[in-house]
């Protein structure tokens, strides 16, 4: 069956550094858009980070671009989320994401999330 696993959360002091992974199996993981999203608590789950298929192109949320990079390997089936001088702001849960679209149906699978907690 189809499963995302996040790893790599935890506690972290700010402008700290943390390495998000996210392995995949049941599907076909070099096809699939991936991407990180993140809900802090009473806030909607807001878009981190996504990256290409097979091109591998990037886009970032504005607050994460310089921080953040995202990156797949498609050999390991695992895409990874690089974060940079952590704010406290960055408190999450982080989730991993999957999605194609094909001709006639839309492909959404989700991890069950890894808690980032930034603090002093």
């Known amino acids: 069956q189809v499963q995302l696993v996040e790893s790599g959360g935890g506690l972290v002091q700010p402008g700290g550094s943390l390495r998000l992974s996210c392995a995949a199996s049941?599907?076909?993981?070099?096809?699939?858009?991936m991407r990180w999203y993140r809900q802090a608590p009473g806030k909607e789950r807001e878009l981190v980070a996504g990256?290409?298929?097979?091109?591998?192109?990037?886009n970032y949320a504005d607050s994460m671009k310089g921080r953040f990079t995202i990156s797949r390997d498609n050999n390991k089936n695992t895409v990874y989320l690089q974060m940079n001088s952590l704010k406290p702001e960055d408190t999450a849960v982080y989730y991993c994401?999957?999605?194609?679209?094909?001709?006639?149906?839309?492909?959404?699978?989700w991890g069950q999330g890894t808690q980032v907690t930034v603090s002093s």
């Open positions: 994401n999957a999605h194609r679209a094909g001709w006639n149906k839309v492909y959404d699978y």
């Open positions: 049941g599907f076909t993981f070099s096809i699939y858009v």
């Open positions: 990256i290409g298929n097979v091109g591998g192109s990037t």
